[in-house]
């Protein structure tokens, strides 16, 4: 069993940068590959990122590839998404998922999954 717990969310303008982190519990964390999800207003949610268990392995969005980034530290049992140069697109409520080892970008491949943070870009 794993709990996620993310934070870092807030209201930030066009062109800015956040970091969200997630937080899991549990001693197996370094075994789980990781993902950040997001959901819009009005859309379904939708794949940002993923990483595999080792962190040798990420997956992005077109939308976010080359402005976010994704990584963990096992040691501390967190991964965090790095977003640059943000839009008001990018405005969504951003979930943190975990499944074990292999990343995916399917979100019914994961299996547990945090309350989500919200984001919101002003343009």
């Known amino acids: 069993q794993v709990q996620l717990v993310e934070s870092g969310g807030r209201l930030v303008q066009a062109g800015g940068s956040l970091r969200l982190s997630c937080a899991a519990s549990g001693r197996t964390f370094s075994t789980y590959a990781m993902g950040w999800f997001r959901q819009a207003p009005g859309k379904e949610r939708e794949f940002v990122a993923s990483i595999n268990w080792t962190g040798g392995r990420t997956y992005y969005a077109d939308s976010v590839k080359g402005r976010f980034t994704i990584s963990r530290d096992n040691a501390k049992n967190t991964v965090s998404l790095q977003m640059n140069s943000l839009k008001s697109e990018d405005t969504a409520v951003y979930y943190c998922?975990?499944?074990?080892?292999?990343?995916?970008?399917?979100?019914?491949?994961?299996?547990?999954w945090g309350q989500g943070t919200q984001v919101t870009v002003s343009s």
């Open positions: 998922a975990a499944r074990q080892y292999v990343a995916t970008t399917l979100q019914t491949d994961y299996n547990y």
